[in-house]
């Protein structure tokens, strides 16, 4: 999760397109004691040993196009992600990490199935601003953690939530990332599929798509109400966008009783109305950087229009780098966020980053 930067040329060196992508919300201070806490960033945010149903989504270590992705168990062996974080792998290029540390997870689980929503298309461009950039990974074996609740109301408008995962805590540092962390951040717009989150002090940054936003209800107990999709710009300036969990609700809780994930007849409509306009989050071009025109595959979008929120068609929280020890190639993913996936899926030109 990273902060606010605007030095471009380091960005640019790091990775030629960036993607960015996952926070999670809680609601107003007074109403429940977890967000009480001062907010702070996860791009800089706190290091989190609590949220064990958080994990990491990697590559195995000599797959071709390295990755790493945060994702939540919400089922005894299912973890939700981004689309975009399965799109392009296979049940053996992809494990999933536990533990609050990416590089060196505390144990690993095979996976058995990976599949986006079915409306995902791979066009990034289109799935992320229209609320399609969600999926699911079914583990070969039980997860062993108490998986996350799945939050069925709508996201409050100005509510603050915890973002969880591991994306870089600054935006122009790369040995940032990899390390479980959470900060509190405030919800802004949303629409039938999507709510922005993320200010300048508060914001999720390259590595945190997939990621969840949680809610913490009036039991004391965490919900996941969003999973974060794709950022504004490679330098992880706000808002950031979630998919709507209350939206994919029945979807999801299909897949966690047993059924096929292709199967969309508790998919949600289409929506009309995403994403939500730039100016109802309280932003405005003055607070992107000049590169925001330029796509990005480090993160998972870059503004597609000055006005617009729709992302680039770059991929997701991806690192590709080379073969090798486990610690080596989590280097070189790091080094080289993104490029990978944008060799591959590089179709257009965007100006949102989420990753």
Known sequence: MAARSTVVA??????????ISGCQSLEDEDEHE?????????????????????????????????????GVVVGARVVLTAGHCVQGQTTTT????????????????????????????????????LGHDLGVVILAEDAGVVPIALGHAAPAVGGLVRLVGFGLSSAIDVETRGKRRMADVRLGASCTLLVDFGDLATNA???????????????????????????????????????????????????IAGGAPSDCAKCPAEPIDCPPPLADAGFTDAT????????????????????SSAPSSGGGCAFTGSTGSATAWFSAVLLTLGVARRQRRGRGKARRVLA
């Open 10 to 19: 380091l960005l640019a060196a790091v990775s030629s397109v960036l993607l």
């Open 205 to 255: 940054c390259h590595g945190d798509s997939g990621g969840p936003l949680l809610r913490m209800r009036a039991d004391g107990i965490e919900e996941v109400i969003g999973i974060v999709s794709y950022g504004r710009t490679a330098s992880c300036d706000p808002p950031s966008y979630a998919v709507r969990v209350d939206a994919y609700a029945d979807w999801i809780a299909n897949v």
């Open 288 to 307: 992107s950087d000049a590169s925001s025109t330029d796509a990005s595959d480090a993160g998972d979008a870059s503004p597609a229009d000055a006005s």
């Open 94 to 129: 992809l494990q999933v990490g536990f533990g609050p540390s990416a590089s060196a997870p505390t144990r690993v689980v095979a996976i058995t199935t990976i599949a986006p929503v079915p409306r995902f298309t791979g066009d990034l461009s289109i799935d992320k601003p």
């Open 34 to 70: 977890h967000t009480q806490r001062t907010a702070s960033p996860v791009l800089g945010g706190v290091d989190d040993t609590t949220h064990e149903q958080v994990v990491s989504i990697m590559t195995v270590p000599d797959a071709p196009s390295p990755e790493l992705c945060t």
